[in-house]
């Protein structure tokens, strides 16, 4: 399109000026959020308001963008400086004293979280260009947050703690396994990135895009290898498919009430129940790999089907 081409680009936004007394106060202030736990606080006492919804929940757009940047930098801050710990700290800080590394964003790092940032995503990446609700800022925030979400999730996995691989892995099948084009969150990035708007959105965003395809890529494969047939992902199914699908699963559910006691989903750095960690050890892969799907279903039917 020789028109787009003449489009004044989108500004970026402004960066401050980090000198170094600014950029050592900004990591004081930062370790002493996470490091207190006056984040994990903040986050579980804001999100369930946030659940309600855009034009449902008491809160305003600008305070869903403002929620997800704050979570999006304490995140980042969180999976830089894991990044640079040696193998050494880990084991003798962290693995030998079964403490997660992430335990600081452990409100973040939750099914809950997930499911809100892609459900507010998924409506404004549907939402047309020229239409007067769609917020590019709301838009670019989440992106920018479930990027670094994911690129935690594959550090968790390599460094995290037992506990901590166990949620990761769980969080990334959940995550990657629907792929239907109206829900799926790759489906749904790749029509982001299609739709791209130079116009209304900056370089930086383009990069985010970039980067989200690489560590969603990346977690595909790793997933698939793990897989003795490859990783199985859902597609829309014919409806002789569908028929006989709800056949099966009728034959083969528990008695009423097991799913939705299965449901609930735990953050990644927190302690899991008792009864349902000892549940948890004696499964076999296999079968937490099934059980997962199983409550993926569950979840997905009473969320109402949103953007996770």
Not at 97 to 114: K, L, Q, V, Y
Request: hydrophobic letters at 35%; glycine letters at 10%.
């Amino acid at each position: 399109n020789k028109g787009a081409g003449r489009r004044k680009p989108a500004p970026e936004k402004p960066l401050y000026p980090m000198e170094d007394p600014l950029r050592k106060l900004l990591g004081n202030f930062a370790e002493s959020l996470l490091v207190g736990g006056g984040y994990d606080i903040l986050m579980d006492s804001i999100r369930p308001e946030l659940m309600h919804g855009i034009g449902i929940s008491r809160l305003e757009k600008e305070d869903y963008t403002r929620f997800f940047r704050l979570s999006c930098f304490c995140t980042s801050y969180m999976k830089l400086k894991m990044e640079k710990v040696g193998s050494e700290e880990l084991q003798q800080k962290y693995h030998l004293a079964n403490i997660s590394p992430f335990r600081e964003i452990s409100a973040t790092m939750g099914w809950d979280m997930f499911h809100l940032l892609l459900t507010v995503w998924q409506q404004q990446i549907e939402i047309p260009s020229r239409a007067e609700e769609k917020d590019w800022d709301l838009q670019s925030s989440s992106l920018a947050l479930l990027k670094e979400m994911m690129y935690v999730l594959d550090l968790a996995y390599r460094i995290g703690t037992k506990a901590d691989r166990k949620s990761a892995d769980k969080l990334q099948r959940k995550l990657l396994h629907d792929d239907l084009r109206q829900s799926g969150l790759f489906p749904l990035l790749c029509k982001m990135a299609k739709s791209y708007n130079a116009s209304h959105q900056p370089r930086s965003q383009a990069g985010d895009m970039v980067e989200a395809l690489y560590i969603i890529i990346h977690t595909f494969e790793r997933l698939d290898k793990t897989e003795r047939g490859g990783f199985i992902v859902r597609q829309k199914a014919s409806r002789r498919g569908q028929r006989k699908a709800a056949a099966g699963a009728a034959a083969a559910a528990g008695p009423p009430g097991e799913a939705e006691a299965e449901a609930g989903e735990g953050s990644m750095g927190r302690e899991e129940p008792k009864a349902a960690k000892a549940k948890a050890d004696d499964a076999g892969e296999g079968a937490g790999a099934a059980a997962a799907s199983e409550k993926e279903t569950s979840v997905e039917e009473e969320g109402g089907g949103g953007g996770g």
